[in-house]
């Protein structure tokens, strides 16, 4: 049984997701800055959308990366949560849509369908997989404590983050958080399908989880023990930001943050942004 599941709590109460496994990391493009607005995307989903990600702080990407609600098992394997897709039929056109409340919002899979990943395997809502965070293959790691202690593939456990209340490396401060550079839902897709996701400890959504407001009650039901993930898909033009992994960062007081090297955008991951946005059909 997760941890994620305290008996008194209904509002916590998550909808398991279904059987399969992982791969590597990548970056991808495409349609974030063709959206028509006026359109209204029928047959696979899509259209105005309100999401929780990571907030914005600076830069030209138009809003936060989308968050993903996790849970912790018992054997402290991570995973992110996944809603039981149904079919639904709106203005006489019927698709697939997946979504459920959590922590007071509804967290719904088209959070996902932008720069192109709503073309991923992975990202429709009915794809059979096991939703483990996998880390990416030491020459892909951006932190060095991930690259020596962990291959591509291996599921991500909370104990890799075991010393997330001191880790630190040359950016920033220390203890702010342990991050690591996985993959989610992408086993066994085309490189172009891979969805990238940052995994983060920190103490700072341990004690934002406790806060009795719509930030607290957002962590106490999308983060567990300290750990959060959100996909990291920057969305100005899609390229892969990092967390306390470049030296520019510092110059846009982002150094403890999540800066993207391709235009300069900066996200807090340790904020949530509560926001909307018109996400992309998926393809039939
Ligand atoms: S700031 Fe342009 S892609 Fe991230």
């Not at 702080?57 to 609600?69: K, S």
């Not at 098992?73 to 459920?100: H, K, S, Y």
């Not at 996985?182 to 990238?196: F, G, M, Q, Y």
């Amino acid at each position: 049984m997760s941890d994620k599941y305290p008996s008194d709590s209904g509002r916590r109460r998550f909808v398991k997701g279904v059987v399969g496994s992982a791969a590597l990391s990548g970056v991808g493009v495409g349609g974030a800055a063709t959206v028509n607005l006026a359109t209204q995307p029928a047959g696979g989903g899509g259209g105005p959308t309100e999401f929780v990600g990571i907030q914005l702080q600076g830069g030209p990407a138009p809003r936060g990366m989308p968050y993903i609600p996790i849970e912790i098992e018992d054997n402290g394997d991570i995973r992110g949560v996944w809603p039981e897709a149904e079919e639904v039929t709106e203005d006489g056109v019927t698709f697939l849509q997946a979504e459920q409340e959590v922590g007071g919002r509804t967290y719904s899979t088209e959070w996902f369908q932008y720069c192109g990943r709503q073309q991923s395997e992975g990202i429709q809502p009915d794809a059979d997989k096991d939703n483990y965070f996998r880390s990416v293959a030491p020459d892909d790691a951006r932190h060095d404590w991930q690259a020596e202690q962990l291959d591509g593939g291996d599921t991500l456990n909370v104990e890799h983050f075991s010393d997330y209340e001191t880790w630190g490396n040359e950016f920033g401060r220390d203890g702010v958080g342990k991050p690591a550079k996985a993959t989610w839902r992408s086993d066994d897709v085309p490189e172009d399908e891979i969805v990238p996701v940052t995994v983060i400890r920190s103490t700072l959504i341990e004690e934002k989880a406790q806060r009795d407001d719509e930030v607290g009650q957002w962590y106490s039901a999308a983060s567990s023990r300290g750990v959060i993930a959100y996909m990291n898909v920057c969305t100005h033009f899609c390229c892969v930001p990092g967390y306390k992994f470049s030296e520019s960062a510092a110059q846009f007081d982002i150094a403890d943050g999540v800066y993207c090297q391709c235009h300069q955008s900066q996200y807090d991951p340790f904020t949530p942004e509560f926001d909307t946005f018109v996400s992309l059909p998926r393809p039939d």
